[in-house]
């Protein structure tokens, strides 16, 4: 009983039987292996950026004040324009052309980032990279929230967020390696060989998702599945969703329900936790201090994304075991509320700053629970379930655009005063909206059990009791 009770925590709901524990080791094995490889290569490539910056290129292209503020800002514009089509896509090509097809753009368009010679031509380049890359991230928990159920979810959403920092982890310890051992080799400087190396590691990850991704348990025909364990897929998630075809009455379920607008506006005001590590700060505040090495600018901030990974595994592991999504928001919330204060507090010892950005990691924990939430909240129909999910992260986005510019200016570092500030007022606001969420869910939770109930008392109404069947 208690390595039953163990299994759970660490892995999430328990198989009924051999043959969904064997459908499950399937699933982990080729759905996970080739999601997590692909988010990898995504978050290696805009890690790389951030590297590229503080290893050479901002001198080489000699970029002015907030150029570097300006490429995230064009790369979020395209995965803004990008989110909505690419999750609707998936209603229409199989995810098994669509995502490797995706993956293969964003990897030609890096290898072309190798050869830009000013910035605007990097412009452009990010701006149809970041169109490509949106179809990973909602369209992935689209695809997990298809496949497993709720108890099991939390935990593939962190295993599979977490795929993406470690890219982003991988990025500052190849761009070192990079640096001392590649720079200047055929006339390329080490940032160059960057995005080179990324792009070989990208194209055969897509040639894999071509051969082994499953689609969705309704059309898949993949080889690996028995027929019995596709019938399975299906019955162990369909009981209560409603199917619809595409069509305008889509738009009419979305608005008319508080689901879009609540699970919106809780990752457009969370995901701004993560701009600690999203815009690098660690990076520019040690670049700008001076005193450290490129080798050091570039390992010192893993240390955020390793915390960042610990946070999020952890995390997930809890919420699958006790169902409750909400308190991994409030401790990514007290983590950077922390840090902020510790940055502000300029005067304070470096290794407190060094503390308060690893601390800060916490923040990317609130990524993978705050989608497998919506995915939970939108169970009961799978195309609004497309939409909220998309509409997260595009709403969050929308924000991203302008709030470094405004908030996490390259020119404000080392200090980023702004930015703490609007890092705690973040965390506040977040909280604010984390309990509206939780408020919603239970009250609809409630009047659906309400209206079961009624259903259940008139249909006893309806039927005739024994003696009146006996009756001549």
Known sequence: MRWQTVRQFLWGEIPSSKLERRLLLKLDWFILSYCCLMYFTNYLDRANVNNAYVSGMKQELNMQGNDFNKINTIFTCGYIVGMIPN????????????????????????????????????????????????????????????????????????IFTSSGLAGTLFSGVLQAAVYQHLGGVGGRSGWRWLFIIDGVITLPIALYGFLIFPDVPSTTKIFYLSEEERALSQDRLDSDIVHHSLSWDLAKRVLSRWRWYGCSLLFAISGETESFGSNNL???????????????????????????????????????????????????????????????????????KFFAYYFAGASYA???????????????????????LASMNMWNNAINAWWPLLFYPATDAPRFKKGMIAMICTCAATLGVTWLVWYLERREQRLAERKAMEHVDQMREDSPSPIEKDKP
């Open 87 to 158: 999750n609707l896509m998936l209603q229409v090509v199989p995810p098994r052309l669509w995502f490797p097809s995706m993956q293969i753009v964003w990897g030609v368009l890096t290898f072309c980032s190798s050869s830009v010679h000013n910035v605007q031509q990097l412009y452009a380049i990010r701006f149809f990279q970041g169109i490509s890359e949106a179809s990973t991230f909602v369209g992935t928990h689209y695809i997990l929230g298809s496949w497993y159920k709720p108890g099991e979810l939390g935990k593939r959403s962190g």
């Open 366 to 388: 609130g990524q993978a629970t705050t989608f497998a939430w919506a995915n939970q909240i939108c169970a009961d129909d799978y195309q609004e379930r497309a939409v909220v």
């Open 282 to 352: 660690m990076g520019q505040w040690l670049s700008a201090v001076g005193g450290y090495t490129v080798e050091q600018i570039d390992y010192y901030p893993s240390g955020v994304t390793a915390f960042g990974i610990a946070s999020t595994l952890i995390c997930a592991t809890w919420t699958d075991y006790t169902r409750a999504r909400w308190p991994v928001l409030v401790y990514m919330c007290f983590c950077c509320t922390v840090a902020a204060i510790c940055i502000l507090v300029w005067n304070s010892p470096t290794g407190l």
